[in-house]
């Protein structure tokens, strides 16, 4: 890493008085942060004379930097409050007919399972959890093996929440395409910490996001990424003044028309325009490009597998699989109870995340070794 990018992450993340291992739960926000919520509060605080234009204005700036990030073209940007709002969706409305069916992988994270339970329950679609079984990863032979013939919707994430497994969506997506199913990853706990790359967003149909974790932003911030196709499928189905053409000039507001902005914009959440959100998140996506998401994925992987040489080997034991590492890394204490372990590393000022009975550590950008050689020593107990 050049010493001025070093520099820069450091004047970014100066505030963090711990140490910091668990962006997989909530994402710091970038110092940059603080000012530009200053500066947004200020408009909170006295609008007189804020512009209209500027101030509808704002998720579309916000919008431009998301597809920057991902790769694509602004108009399959939409703006939501979390990833079980963009399936929420996708879930109401995309048809069905008869026999077709839903699945995504039992004990994957609640935003990939509930929208489509609750739209079994109003819909009545067929919605089918998938049972890993012996199965560590759900490999493209797996899937060709389990998926139902009228499966019509596979749903999953890119890396798993509690263990850290990264899948291989690109080959899971191939598959879906040449069976003609809709493929949906929450990149909630990937993205931002690893870039997606054109290969893989070629075969993914939509894609769902939080903002507040990898990619540092504020909570109450999502987005989705709806593929031309994907757009084509999936109806809009709720009344919204802010995805109206018509919002765009104050004073064609009463002149009332069903028809929407283009592109995944009609999706857009209500009050997009959000002074305080986009502020926040803002910064955190000037952070991410301005450092480039492949060299944070280098670092990542190189504070990754420091740790693998050096923690104490003798009291862990890793859980996630090492040849579907990403960011996060899952280990199993086999000498001490992790709730014990928990209360003890908070002690010693580092933070991490208990999750399913492991210690879930996560290796972002702002971290350093040094800091690793403090979570080894505190680990060592």
């Known amino acids: 890493m050049k010493h001025e990018t070093a520099e820069f992450i450091k004047k970014e993340f100066h505030h963090l008085d711990t140490f910091f291992f668990n962006s997989a739960y909530f994402g710091p926000s970038p110092y940059s942060a603080k000012q530009k919520v200053s500066q947004a509060l200020q408009k909170e605080l006295n609008p007189s004379f804020y512009n209209y234009n500027t101030w509808m204005g704002i998720p579309e700036r916000v919008r431009e930097q998301l597809a920057r990030v991902i790769g694509c073209e602004a108009k399959n940007i939409t703006h939501s409050t979390s990833t079980s709002d963009v399936i929420n969706t996708v879930a109401n409305g995309l048809s069905f007919q008869e026999g077709d069916i839903v699945c995504s992988i039992n004990k994957d994270y609640p935003s990939n399972v509930l929208p489509w339970m609750r739209a079994a329950e109003t819909r009545g679609i067929n919605f089918q959890l998938l049972e890993l079984g012996a199965e560590l990863i759900p490999t493209r032979e797996w899937l060709e093996k389990v998926l139902p013939k009228n499966c019509r919707v596979f749903n999953m994430s890119y890396v798993t929440f509690d263990t850290g497994k990264r899948m291989n969506i690109l080959e899971i997506g191939k598959l879906c395409q040449e069976r003609d199913i809709l493929f949906i990853v929450d990149a909630t706990q990937a993205l931002g910490g690893m870039p997606i790359t054109p290969e893989e967003l070629s075969v993914i149909d939509i894609l ?6 990898w990619m540092l932003g504020p909570y109450g911030h999502a987005f989705g990424y709806f593929s031309d196709s994907a757009l ?3 109806a809009h189905k709720s009344g919204n003044w802010v995805t109206s053409p018509n919002s765009k000039i104050v004073y064609n507001l009463l002149d009332y028309t ?5 592109g995944a914009r009609k999706f857009d959440r209500g009050q997009a325009p959000n002074m305080l959100v986009n502020a926040c998140l803002e910064a955190g996506l000037d952070f991410l490009l301005a450092v480039g998401l492949d060299n944070i ?3 990542n992987a190189e504070l990754r597998n ?3 040489e050096n923690y104490p080997k003798n009291k862990f034991e890793v ?3 090492k040849d579907h590492m990403a960011n996060i890394l899952c280990v199993k204490a086999t000498q001490c109870d992790p709730i014990v372990l928990e209360r003890e590393l908070k002690f010693r000022n580092v933070d991490v995340s208990i999750r399913q009975g492991n210690v879930r550590l996560s290796f972002h950008i702002f971290n350093t070794k040094e800091q690793v050689n403090e979570l080894i020593r505190a680990l060592d107990i």
């Open 306 to 308: 420091y740790f693998l």
């Open 297 to 299: 994925q280098k670092h």
């Open 319 to 321: 859980i996630t699989p």
């Open 258 to 262: 069903t028809e929407t902005l283009e």
């Open 208 to 213: 769902a996001c939080s903002s507040y974790k």
């Open 232 to 234: 084509e499928k999936v």
